[in-house]
């Protein structure tokens, strides 16, 4: 370990690991603890079970769609926000963080009357035959909703940070626009991309007041993970909710160590 120059790094690192200990990795242990009451057998039939697969299967993979959708509408408005002087600017840049401050219930609550058939956007899908509320595309909805802030405002600094200059030599060289993007711009803030991908994907999986009301909540159809795990606790089932609730912080940690061994790549390449 490096040794710091800054008085005081014994304190703070022992109050780091400390906290850490206390706000995380107790409370996982305990969770761990709480499911080796299970037998092996009785853990394989629950997380095998048709109705445990199929939620893991809409909660990731709802994840990892409103995620990818988030990246692509997140980084067009952070590009707007800092490159283009709009009227009602500093309106739209209070709009984009809207998700973090109404409470989950609300939103969820809007956006299915919002999406639902009769709704003022829903029904602009019902002649082709697309329902939105009470569908898995619901799931995918609210979590483009509450997954975009994360996008945009990892995204925003380091494009104000962008020193413009650099475009211009490149245009200067002969790029075109397309090419200063994807070899000038891009790989600058790749890092942040991937960063807000992460938030995103995280709030998503761990979503649940926005979500249980546009979702139907259909076992096998619409059902996500974290609504299965209170529906095992509502049955006094907590050996099966503890189950499900590790074997989901697992699948988890591992995507998003994949998505930071990805970033860490990315800055390694950008650094050289």
Do not use: C, H
């Not at 739209?92 to 009769?118: K, R, Y």
Request: glycine share 8%; aromatic share 12%; no cysteine.
């Amino acid at each position: 370990m490096k040794k710091s120059n800054i008085p005081g790094f014994g304190l703070t690192f022992g109050y780091t690991i400390f906290y850490l200990s206390a706000v995380v990795l107790i409370p996982l242990a305990g969770l761990l603890f709480k499911t080796m009451d299970m037998t092996f057998a009785e853990f394989f039939e629950t997380m095998t079970s048709p109705r445990v697969v199929a939620s893991f299967k809409l909660t990731f993979m709802s994840s990892i769609i409103s995620a990818s959708i988030n990246v692509v509408f997140g980084v067009l408005t952070a590009w707007v926000l800092v490159r283009y002087r709009l009227f009602g600017k500093k309106i739209i840049d209070s709009l984009v963080d809207l998700p973090f401050a109404i409470p989950t219930a609300v939103a969820g609550i809007s956006l299915s009357g919002l999406f639902a058939e009769n709704g003022i956007i829903g029904r602009l899908f019902v002649p082709f035959g697309i329902k939105i509320s009470y569908t898995p595309l619901g799931i995918i909805v609210a979590m483009v909703f509450i997954g975009l802030p994360f996008v945009v405002r990892t995204v925003q600094p380091v494009l104000e940070d962008l020193e413009t200059e650099l475009e211009e030599v490149a245009v200067s060289l002969g790029a075109t626009r397309l090419q200063v993007f994807r070899r000038v711009i891009l790989p600058t803030i790749m890092p942040s991309i991937l960063t807000g991908f992460a938030l995103a994907f995280a709030r998503g999986v761990g979503e649940y007041g926005s979500i249980i009301f546009i979702a139907g909540n259909m076992p096998m159809k619409s059902e996500i993970v974290p609504l299965l795990i209170v529906t095992k606790l509502e049955q006094f089932d907590y050996a099966g909710a503890t189950a499900i609730a590790l074997v989901m912080l697992i699948f988890s940690f591992l995507i998003l160590l994949a998505i930071n061994l990805i970033q860490y790549w990315a800055n390694r390449r950008l650094a050289y």
